[in-house]
């Protein structure tokens, strides 16, 4: 029904910096808070932002000052612009939505992309 695309991980040198893509696609009805997460190995899935139809944002504090989030509406597209990147940033990157079908208009589901590596090293 409603699938999610991510892209733009890779490796990348501590301070560097990377910019993520998501893209939602199929039956919508209107996307409404699209946000991105992460899974270090051995760590459950964190948030890292959030972002709202009005652009009102929501960040982990550990990126905070260096990730910044945002969306085309239009286009039904999530951005993460991620700056000085730590090893520690080091995990899978996956892009949610939340989305109302044109069957259920009242009624959100949750979606997730498959996930893109983003590594930081030396």
């Known amino acids: 029904q409603v699938q999610l695309v991510e892209s733009g991980g890779d490796l990348v040198q501590p301070g560097g910096s990377l910019r993520l893509s998501c893209a939602a696609s199929?039956?919508?009805?209107?996307?409404?808070?699209m946000g991105w997460y992460r899974r270090a190995p051995g760590n459950q899935r964190d948030l890292v932002a959030v972002?709202?139809?009005?652009?009102?944002?929501n960040y982990a504090d550990s990126v905070k000052g260096r990730f910044t989030i945002s969306r085309d509406v239009a286009k039904n597209t999530v951005y993460l612009e991620m700056n000085n990147l730590k090893p520690e940033d080091t995990a899978v990157y996956y892009c949610?939505?939340?989305?109302?079908?044109?069957?259920?208009?009242?009624?959100?589901?949750?979606?997730w992309g498959h996930g893109t590596q983003v590594t930081v090293s030396s």
């Open positions: 949610n939505a939340k989305v109302a079908l044109p069957s259920a208009p009242s009624r959100q589901e949750n979606y």
């Open positions: 199929g039956m919508i009805f209107v996307v409404n808070d």
């Open positions: 972002i709202n139809r009005g652009g009102s944002t």
